[in-house]
């Protein structure tokens, strides 16, 4: 395919063509994500996306579902990535800015070289993890590993300081009119001096207000329980809703049809090996059905897993 045919090409997307296994396909770039193939793309657009290629899709890249949406809605849905582009501190609520204040007091909030975060960004990085439910940190030798490969990448760090320690750090995809929060990792420790408030204001200063980016969150998560995006609303994010698609190899299809009406069921089920991630499979299946027949999002196409996606 050739580069003109693929959306949203940047400066991103040319740093992964170079440092991971990018596919091109239906006018998009896709990496794999935990055994799931999900687009690139830092400012997001709907994909289209046939059944077909989505077959053909999975079978090049051995992944067992792939996951997109196709167009956003003016009304709430079960699904939405954050944005923000507008960033006034004077708008925030009287509450919100007081906290702002007082994180200013304990904390400094500074840009620094990847360099510097893979020797002192660990204790952080592994503190975070366990705020956590059923996902582990890295070890040390593969996070520092991970940090120095975006050296000379279009990344920007930011580190949040309380008496010479880091306690916050961000990492940011920023391109000619966006930036793109991909990493956020709290100190759980640290979070009373009011540690996030300085960092997220930073950040929003720096790319909304004075260069007049648009900034995002990402999407809704599927895999664990996180509160970051309800934070970040308080900031001036909006949530742009919008479906969720999914195509699935014919055997995960097949599970998921079977298992769907003991959701309940499982989501007893103790944490152990792999029931974590069939329960996030069968939530995001709850999310998937959401949008079938709701008339928010037009016409139904009740289909099941397995059989929509495999003619």
């Not at 995001?284 to 037009?298: D, K, M, T, V, Y």
Request: aromatic letters at 14%; glycine letters at 6%; proline letters at 5%.
């Amino acid at each position: 395919m050739a580069t003109s045919e693929v959306t949203g090409m940047d400066s991103y997307i040319i740093w992964l063509r170079d440092h991971s296994n990018l596919i091109e396909e239906a006018g998009s770039c896709w990496t794999r994500y935990h055994k799931a193939l999900v687009p690139v793309f830092m400012k997001p657009v709907p994909v289209e996306l046939t059944p077909q290629r989505a077959k053909y899709l999975m079978k090049k890249t051995g992944v067992l579902l792939i996951r997109y949406y196709t167009r956003t809605f003016g009304e709430p849905t079960e699904f939405w990535y954050t944005a923000c582009d507008c960033y006034q501190y004077a708008n925030l609520s009287r509450h919100m800015r007081y906290q702002i204040r007082h994180a200013y007091k304990n904390c400094v909030v500074c840009l620094v070289d990847p360099s510097w975060l893979a020797v002192n960004g660990y204790e952080c990085y592994a503190a975070a993890f366990t705020r956590y439910k059923n996902h582990n940190a890295l070890s040390k030798a593969s996070f520092e590993k991970n940090i120095l490969r975006d050296i000379g990448g279009p990344f920007e760090f930011w580190a949040v300081l309380v008496q010479e320690k880091l306690v916050v750090y961000g990492k940011c995809v920023v391109g000619d009119d966006y930036a793109f929060t991909v990493v956020l990792k709290f100190h759980p420790d640290y979070l009373h001096f009011y540690s996030a408030y300085a960092l997220m204001d930073t950040i929003l200063r720096k790319y909304v207000t004075d260069r007049g980016m648009a900034v995002s969150n990402g999407f809704r998560s599927l895999a664990h329980d996180t509160n970051i995006q309800e934070f970040l609303c308080k900031f001036g994010f909006r949530k742009v809703y919008c479906d969720l698609k999914i195509a699935y190899h014919p055997i995960v299809g097949v599970v998921v049809r079977y298992l769907y009406p003991f959701r309940g069921v499982v989501d007893h089920v103790p944490d152990c090996y792999l029931v974590p991630r069939v329960k996030a499979l069968l939530d995001q299946e709850r999310i998937r059905r959401s949008f079938l027949g709701n008339p928010i999002a037009g016409p139904a196409e009740i289909e099941e897993p397995g059989e929509a996606d495999y003619r």
